[in-house]
């Protein structure tokens, strides 16, 4: 979306090592990312979420930090597994109550 | 039980033809969406709902119209159907209009415009 961005647009991880996905976004009054994922052919899920009160958060092999002066977050997967291949969106909300979507991070893990 | 469902799955038709989409939550949700989520994956929210009432509208062509007969149901009509249109559509639903809480997706319907 135009006002948040994700990189990288496809990444690739040997199984068992670390896959990062950073996200920046444009409106500093922004206070809630989520991040969804979306295997092949089938529809968005949410995996994780962050408000902007906290700077990190981790759920098992996941983690989410934030940055609010520098208006970025990421998403940490550690010990890749070939489940974790996927379409992974990060979002932030706008003022308006609209989530807007990254372009979207392309995530194959080799086994 | 499924949560979100969406009818159909696969549409395919032609140029200039009229079309509808319908979604079903079952979560007891009060805000729904429609997304366009294109070749690209880059999903796009176009309309919300609340309670029937129309929250956001996104810049799109008048020829989409949603219809909310009630907080459970958000169907989505397209008039006069352009190859541009093809793309998948997801119907979304979440407690609050907020924004701020987890957003469940439909099985997405793939509309084919040929």
């Known amino acids: 979306g135009e006002n948040v961005e994700q990189h990288p647009s496809t990444l690739s991880v040997q199984e068992g090592d670390s896959a990062v996905i950073k996200c920046t976004y444009s409106?500093?009054?922004?206070?809630?990312f989520p991040w969804y994922k979306q295997e092949l052919g089938k529809r968005p899920q949410l995996i994780i979420d962050?408000?902007?009160?906290?700077g990190e958060k981790k759920d098992q092999r996941i983690a989410v930090t934030l940055n609010k002066t520098a208006k970025h977050f990421s998403l940490h997967i550690t010990e890749t597994q070939p489940e974790d291949s996927a379409v992974y969106f990060c979002a932030a909300i706008l003022n308006d109550y609209k989530l807007s979507f990254g372009a979207g991070t392309t995530v194959t893990v080799r086994a | 039980d499924t949560a979100v469902s969406q009818t159909p799955k696969y549409l395919v038709t032609q140029m200039g033809n009229d079309k509808s989409i319908k979604c079903e939550q079952n979560l007891g949700h009060d805000t729904m969406y429609w997304y366009k989520q294109d070749s690209k994956k880059f999903l796009k929210i176009m309309f919300s709902?609340?309670?029937?009432?129309?929250?956001i509208n996104e810049t799109v062509p008048n020829r989409f119209s949603p219809k909310s007969p009630d907080k459970a149901h958000l169907n989505l009509h397209i008039n006069s159907l352009e190859l541009g249109d093809s793309a998948v559509y997801f119907c979304?639903?979440?407690?609050?209009?907020?924004?701020?809480?987890?957003?469940?997706f439909g099985p997405g319907t793939r509309l084919t415009v040929t």
């Open positions: 979304a639903s979440s407690p609050s209009y907020s924004g701020r809480d987890e957003q469940y």
């Open positions: 409106d500093s009054a922004s206070n809630y």
């Open positions: 709902y609340n309670n029937k009432e129309l929250i």
């Open positions: 962050i408000r902007s009160n906290v």
